[in-house]
């Protein structure tokens, strides 16, 4: 066949860039670019081309169909026919139509000689859609066209093109394109044919080079899943997660993983005889096995921000691994169309305004919001037009097909998927709150039940029973006053740290331990560090049932407590991250999974053995030693040198040594490697006895809430006494001011991370001229105070 007629038809990857989007559609134009551009970075690409949109329209000439589908789409306009009849009869004139000779020819001699550079005789490959009017960064819903996996011959191949060619009208794309205002007779279509990669024999999945929740920009986040990647994308597994630090990759002896979260990923999909694909349950080994190693997940993280910086714009990118070679490859990438796009200067916060009751389902929270409404239980799309329009729609997945009934909803709740499943990008897209991943959601929530989704807290989301009330507000992160005194926040979980990293502040003052050891690990540290001590059977088999996969049981504690603080850690570098060590009492431990064992009975824990005086002694020292641990595995093996310590409930300067020795035997020895040690002043011996703290410390940090209790004696949780419980009596205040000019005297700083501040902005415009440097707050309370903080400056 002639060359240039060929080329007419049929465009080599390699041939093709970014430019290309009219010629080729945007994801061809895209793979093109990469294999272009990229090869040259060791980003491994798949061989392939792709046929153009002259062969195209050559289809559409060849059987007539242009008169025919403008017809089809006009009865559906004037409302004479509905979406569902008319979209199949435009596919069925696709499917029915014959291939230009000279377009065929030109398939297979490429067919052929992709065939040849892997030296077979037929070659498996992937068809993949890719229309003109796709991937912008305006203009995107997931999986508008079709793909077609593991085809193999001439005839196959023909018959998947003809079957691209009529995805240009699937139910959904029409829908679509009506919605945005595209004319349909000018969006045309291009096939991507590339070489399968037997991932079907490994693992696959996709990659985004920011937070998908979130927006952070400073992140790769990985799914990944066994078998081809249909299963991530559609979001019929949880697959697992791994999240990497960008500015880290490349840093030697650093390990910039700051997350990695198993799924269950209960199927995969592989080839079969008979049919292109099908799933399989996995096995025992896979579903407890990560999909990647820490070096592959390195690699795709290395690739994602290569690939992110030609592009200049944050990607959405799809991976496979190849079972045979061992290679990882990029199948595909497109721009990121639901964060990047999102304003800076604008956040919306949700609240639950009364006690949220009975919990029925719990999964990820997507989103960031709340939405009331009922239930509406659909379980196969053929009964999508039974669903109404404001209902909680329930389902196991969703797939492109859904759209349509997704736009309607006010919630989304799924039994299966991921971050990164179409459920999840979808709900994004439409700003709307989904849960997916909740397993049994299906078979609890019942049909008009009346249900709250809630994804306001955490990353986790949750389904309460009733119409809960609730409130918005409206942030506006624009012209924003810069102040003198450091702004910092107030942070329990590594997901709050993530959803509130646009706000205007320098650090987080108060990262909690407690959450991650409460809520993540939930193991007290002795029943890990002692376990063979452990005397109730029941509880073993909690803590064997958590820690299977470690053969030192104190690995568990440690690497969970070191991933989530260094998230947190990650969210505001390189600026001061101050993370309390635990201040649980005892009552607290006691709950914990083998608490009960190493917890003595206390009347009044809240003055009882808590914070400083544990760490030292024989009977905590082998648990506060795992906290040292996962301290020195952020700082010194992830590089978060930004991490402050910070020694709660000391009471006198001889304990404070004390504790510096157990930090000195930990390898946590203050002055070295940056490392600086607060002390959250919250007892009145701290600041009455400041100057000899100061030896000791870097720096106080103010607990308002304890320091009010014990100067004015009175229980911070009585509730008869809750009218006498005020910060801003005269007392505490002097103490506050006096521990200001004895720390800076000094030559200590001194911030606040209590509650008083973010209560009250006029508390915080007393903090101020009493000369504070800093103060921490709860984030929905800062931009408030900084402008109170900016008034108090310029007086």
Known sequence: MNTAKQDNYVRWFEDLNSEDVGRVGGKNASLGEMVRALKKKDIRVPDGFATTTTAFWAF???????????????????????????????????????????????????????????????????????????DMPKASFAGQQESFLNVTGEKALLTACKKCFASLFTDRAISYREEKGFDHMKVALSVGIQKMVRSDLAGSGVLFTLDTDSGFP?????????????????????PDQYTVFKPFLGKEGIDPIIEKTRGSKEKKMVYAKTKPTKNLNTSKEERESFVLTNREIMQLARWGVEIEKHYDTPMDIEWAKDGEQGDLFIVQARPETVQSQKTVGNMKTYTLTQDPGERLVTGLGIGQAIAPGKVSVIKSAQQIDQFQTGAVLVTTMTDPDWV????????????????????????????????????????????????????????????????????????????????????????????????????PCKGVGLARMEYLINNVIKIHPLALARFDTVEDKDVRDK????????????????????????????????????????????????????????????????LGWRGASRYYSEDYQDGFALECRAIRRVREDMGFTNVTIMIPFCRTPAEADKVMDVLDKNGLRRGEKDLQVYIMAEIPTNILEAPAFAERFDGFSIGSNDLTQLTLGIGRDSE???????????SVKI?????????????????????????????????????????????????????????????
């Open 218 to 238: 400073d992140v790769i986040l990985i799914n990944a899943a066994w078998g081809l990647g249909e299963n991530v994308v559609q979001g019929t597994v949880n």
């Open 543 to 606: 803590i064997e049932k958590l820690t299977w996969e470690y053969e030192d049981k104190t690995e568990y504690f440690v690497e969970l407590l070191a991933r989530g603080i260094a998230v947190i850690a990650a969210s505001r570098y390189p600026h001061q991250v101050i993370v309390r060590m635990s201040d649980f009492k005892t009552n607290e431990y006691a709950d914990l999974i083998g608490g009960s064992q190493f917890e003595p009975g206390e009347e009044n824990p809240m």
């Open 404 to 503: 349509p009934i997704m736009k309607r909803a006010a919630a989304i709740v799924t039994d299966q998927g991921g971050r990164t499943s179409h459920a999840a990008i979808v709900s994004r897209e439409l700003g709307i709150p989904a849960i997916v991943g909740a397993e049994d959601a299906t078979q609890i929530l019942k049909q008009d039940q009346a249900v709250t989704v809630s994804c306001a807290k955490g990353d986790k989301g949750h389904v309460y029973a009733g119409k809960l009330e609730f409130e918005t507000k409206d942030l506006n992160l624009e012209d924003i006053p810069e102040t003198k005194t450091r702004i910092m926040l107030n942070i329990g979980t590594p997901e709050a740290a993530m959803r509130w990293w646009k706000l």
């Open 720 to 730: 008869k006494l809750a009218p006498l419980f005020d910060e801003s009596e005269a």
């Open 60 to 134: 559409i000439e060849k059987n007539q169909l242009q008169d025919k589908i403008t017809k089809l789409l006009k009865t559906y306009q004037q409302k004479k026919a509905s979406l569902q009849k008319t979209g199949q009869a435009i596919r069925n004139l696709f499917n029915q139509g014959e291939m230009p000779g000279d377009v065929a020819q030109a398939i297979f001699s490429a067919y052929k000689d992709l065939a040849g550079r892997y030296n077979v005789k037929e070659v498996d490959v992937a068809a993949r859609s890719s229309a003109t009017a796709e």
């Open 735 to 795: 103490l506050i001011r006096s521990l200001i000019e004895s720390a800076h005297k000094a030559g200590r700083k001194v911030g606040i991370c209590g509650e008083a501040p973010s209560n009250d902005t006029e508390f915080a415009a007393f903090l101020v001229e009493a000369g504070i440097d800093s103060i921490s707050l709860q984030p929905d309370s800062v931009l408030q105070v900084i402008r109170r903080v900016a008034e108090m400056e310029q007086n």
